[in-house]
């Protein structure tokens, strides 16, 4: 199952570069990196990227990960994945532009 984490694209070049991601800083301040399925990534985009050009969508196969990601209640009751460790490199399965359309919301790539 992939799971996914919006962040702007020089973060996400920055743990490119550095070979880990630690967190953008909403991450860093709840302790633990703030991934969302597929069904939630939308929601996810439109509450805390509305309007934010230069994004990039990160999936992750979420086996990969192992015991340091939790399943846990979040927005709406439901279960969303945290994962409580650094993201490395590696780990990601791929990495896909997410611009904004003309109606200003963020246009999705097949999440496959």
């Known amino acids: 199952m992939l799971i996914y984490k919006i962040l702007a694209a020089a973060q996400w070049q920055e743990a490119e570069r550095a070979g880990v991601f630690n967190g953008a800083g909403i991450d860093v ?15 996810t985009a439109a509450k805390h990227f509305a ?13 990969r990960l192992g ?4 399943w846990e209640v979040s927005r709406g009751g439901q279960l969303f994945p945290h994962l409580y460790a650094s993201l490395a490199a590696r780990d990601v399965a791929w ?15 097949a999440m496959v």
Not at 30 to 42: K, L, P, R, W
Not at 67 to 70: E, F
Not at 95 to 109: C, E, I, M, N, R
């Open 95 to 109: 990495v896909k532009p997410l611009p904004l359309d003309a109606s200003g919301k963020h246009s999705f790539p």
């Open 29 to 43: 301040n709840d302790g633990f990196i703030h991934f969302s399925t597929a069904e939630q990534a939308a929601d």
């Open 67 to 70: 015991p340091a990601l939790k």
């Open 51 to 63: 309007g934010q050009a230069g994004l990039v969508l990160v999936a992750v196969e979420a086996e």
